[in-house]
Antibody, heavy 122, light 112 residues
Framework: QVRLQESGPGLVKPSGTLSLTCAVSGGSISSNKWWSWVRQPPGKGLEWIGEISHSGNTNYNPSLKGRLTISVDKSKDQFSLKLYSVTAADTAVYYC???????????????WGQGTMVTVSS | DIVMTQSPLYLPVTPGEPASISCRSSQSLVHSNGDNYLDWFLQKPGQSPQLLIFLGSKRASGVPDRFSGSGSGTDFTLRISRVEADDVGVYYCMQALQTPLTFGGGTKVDIK
């Protein structure tokens, strides 16, 4: 059974960089899947951030205006999110998720991590 | 971006009774392969979202058959044939036809 687990700082200062890692267990990150990030501001809905394929192809949400990097470390079976120049608007629960599909992006997210709360505050 | 609109925002339900949620997209979600790239998720209180339906009408693994998805193009419906107490939470639709992938605003389902 594949499991995903997010980790990273729960507090980031404004203008700083939010860095999160998602560890994949029970399966290989090199499988033919997409590895995605989704966030949820407190009391609000879901926003897709972006994703990376097993081969390193990426899809990013343009709303994040080039502040985003998603990378994969196959040797550790984990993938990472870096969001630069953060503001209070980036405060949210961040989920990693596995995307399934054979096209150029995920068709659906079938496995989700438990989520990690990140607060942007001085 | 494709805009996803759900209704109602809040749905009080009676156990044992049916329930349905509507999702509308700002453009057709029909792929060139004929599939509708529309998914449904349930986020139970305090939990991560879980996949219920993908490609419009296909139930995800382990999802009870009382959940069904239907629709095509821009109009989709999630139906629960007989609501159970464990079905409470917020339901989201999501389009996967093109990036950025976008979610509906959510429908909160609660027991009357």
């Amino acid at each position: 059974q594949v499991r995903l687990q997010e980790s990273g700082p729960g507090l980031v200062k404004p203008s700083g960089t939010l860095s999160l890692t998602c560890a994949v267990s029970g399966g290989s990150i090199s499988s033919n899947k997409w590895w995605s990030w989704v966030r949820q501001p407190p009391g609000k809905g879901l926003e897709w951030i972006g994703e990376i394929s097993h081969s390193g192809n990426t899809n990013y949400n343009p709303s994040l205006k080039g502040r985003l990097t998603i990378s994969v470390d196959k040797s550790k079976d984990q993938f990472s999110l870096k969001l630069y120049s953060v503001t209070a608007a980036d405060t949210a629960v961040y989920y990693c998720a596995r995307g399934v599909g054979n096209g150029g992006s995920s068709d659906a997210f079938d496995i989700w991590g438990q989520g990690t709360m990140v607060t942007v505050s001085s | 971006d494709i805009v996803m609109t759900q209704s109602p925002l809040y749905l009080p339900v009676t156990p044992g009774e049916p329930a349905s949620i509507s999702c509308r997209s700002s453009q057709s979600l029909v792929h060139s392969n004929g599939d509708n790239y529309l998914d449904w998720f349930l986020q139970k209180p305090g939990q991560s979202p879980q996949l219920l339906i993908f490609l419009g009408s296909k139930r995800a693994s382990g999802v009870p058959d009382r959940f069904s998805g239907s629709g095509s193009g821009t109009d989709f419906t999630l139906r629960i044939s007989r609501v159970e107490a464990d079905d409470v939470g917020v339901y989201y639709c999501m389009q996967a036809l093109q990036t950025p992938l976008t979610f509906g605003g959510g429908t909160k389902v609660d027991i009357k």
